[in-house]
Structures are given as C-alpha cells and as structure tokens.
C-alpha cells in the first residue's frame, strides 16, 4: 500500500488538476456558481421544517439550522458516492490509454464534493450568526467548532473508503449503482438529519436493556454519530420536544465518536485496499 501512496504522490498535480476540472465544470455557464449548490439542501431543510416544526410539532428552536448542520455533511457522503460510482466507467478510454493511479478518478470526484462541503459550511455559519442577529439569544456557534476539521477528516476518510469500494465494483458490476441509490435513501431516514439523537434515546429507552443495545447499534452507523456530532459542535445544544415531553439535550458521546472514528478510517484503508486489487483489471472491462 506504501509503494501506491508514492505513486499516488507522484501524480498529485494530476489529482489537482482533475478536482479544478470537476469544480469548473459544475458551474460553468452559472451565474451564481456554487450558491445554486446550496438551493437543494436549503429548500430541504425549509420543507422539513414547515413539515415536523408545525405539522408534527417538533419544538425546536431555529429548527432548519439543526438539519442544515447534518444535511449538508450528509448531502457530501451522498453526492461523493454517486459521482464516484461513474468516474472509472466514463473514464475508461483514457484508463485503457495512459498510464496513471488510477485511484486519482474517484478522489477528484471526492474532493471537489468535500471543497464544496467546507465552503457550504462556512455560508452555514454565516446564516446562523443572521439569524442570531435577527433573534437574538444565546449565540448559536459554538467554541466546539474547533473541533469542526477533525469531524470534517473522518466524514472525508468515511466517504473516501466506500467511495474507492464503490467505484472498483461498479467499473464491472453496474448494478451497484443502482444498489447504492436504493441504500442511501434508506440510510438518510436512519441517520439523525431531520430528528436527532435525543428522540432515538427517548425512544429506545422505553425498551429497557434491549434498548440500549439498539440505541448503541444505531449508531454503529458512522453517518449517524456524524450527524449528531455536526449538530453538537457547531450549534448551541437545545432541549426537543417529542410528545408533549421535553427532552433535555445529551452530551456529545466521544465515546461513540471514537468508534465511529476508528470504523471510518478502518473503511478507509480497507477501501484503498480493494481499489488496489481491482484497479489493473479496468482494462479488461468489455
């Protein structure tokens, strides 16, 4: 794996080169450019807020800065993984022409999609501190947002393994593509983007023993645990109401972030791994 790494090294200007590419294409001939990136999760936070803050009375405060601080990371593991499916498949003529790692195809894809995700998270800090002005009150960011770029390595590291896994796969079997769709629109509802981690405990904590082991293997899922972790490092912790209950806000469990930690970069390497043995056979692809 060290001898792949030197090499991945060797090409970096290409792996640079690729990421521009990937970012000038996606808003060439916009006017807005990469704002129009952040209409999608904007306007899904604003649905789910009008839905569960007064439909289904969900009593949180600023309740679209919560699912935008998990949607956004969210929106990145996603688009990662969909746009990496592809990039050995629609790269094929020059893969079977020159030679270079070819690992550099999914992580330019990779890497323009986490670009976007820090710039989104910085308009995200401007608009909570908007919305803070406009409401004053506690201040919404938190000195925990310190902590945000070790986040940010392990949401990178999570994606990249699967991602590298993905793209292997689907560069002989298509049909994961579509399997990945089926299983990230599945995993969305399973992560704590438009709910959050305190209604799981509530929930699960009606079920004795049994529910904490269910409340644990929840969040063996990796996105889940980030998920929560955005919310609770970038924002100001808030009690949820569920039920006509208040349920006072948990503590960030570094605990369960350390797990999830060590599980992404295990996916990490794993990822690479199996990239490496699949990669020299592209070209054998028909």
Request: with cysteine; net charge positive.
């Amino acid at each position: 794996m060290w001898a792949e790494l030197k090499e991945l090294w060797r090409f970096r200007e290409l792996l640079i080169s690729l990421t521009e590419r990937e970012l000038r294409i996606r808003y060439k001939n916009s006017a807005l450019g990469f704002l129009w990136s952040l209409v999608n999760p904007l306007v899904t936070a604003l649905v789910m807020s009008i839905v569960f803050k007064y439909f289904l009375s969900q009593g949180v405060g600023s309740y679209t800065l919560y699912v935008l601080a998990a949607y956004i990371p969210y929106a990145f593991f996603q688009f990662a993984l969909m746009d990496s499916a592809q990039s050995i498949l629609v790269s094929l003529p020059m893969v079977r022409k020159v030679y270079f790692p070819r690992e550099v195809l999914p992580l330019a894809q990779i890497f323009a999609n986490f670009i976007h995700l820090v710039l989104a998270l910085g308009v995200f800090v401007v608009i909570s501190i908007l919305v803070w002005l406009r409401t004053p009150g506690e201040f919404p960011i938190r000195p925990t947002v310190v902590i945000l770029p070790l986040v940010l390595l392990v949401n990178l590291a999570l994606a990249t393994g699967l991602s590298l896994i993905i793209s292997a796969l689907n560069t002989f079997y298509e049909d994961v593509k579509y399997i990945m769709g089926a299983v990230l629109y599945i995993m969305f509802f399973l992560t704590p983007v438009m709910y959050f981690s305190e209604n799981v405990r509530h929930a699960t904590s009606q079920m004795g023993p049994r529910g904490d082991l269910l409340y644990i293997l929840y969040h063996l899922n990796p996105m889940a645990t980030l998920c929560t972790t955005y919310k609770k490092v970038l924002l100001a912790p808030t009690p949820v109401r569920m039920g006509g209950e208040t349920l006072q806000p948990l503590d960030l469990d570094w605990g369960v972030f350390g797990i999830a930690a060590l599980m992404s970069f295990g996916i990490l390497i794993l990822g690479y791994h199996v990239f490496n043995r699949m990669k020299w056979r592209f070209v054998e692809r028909p």
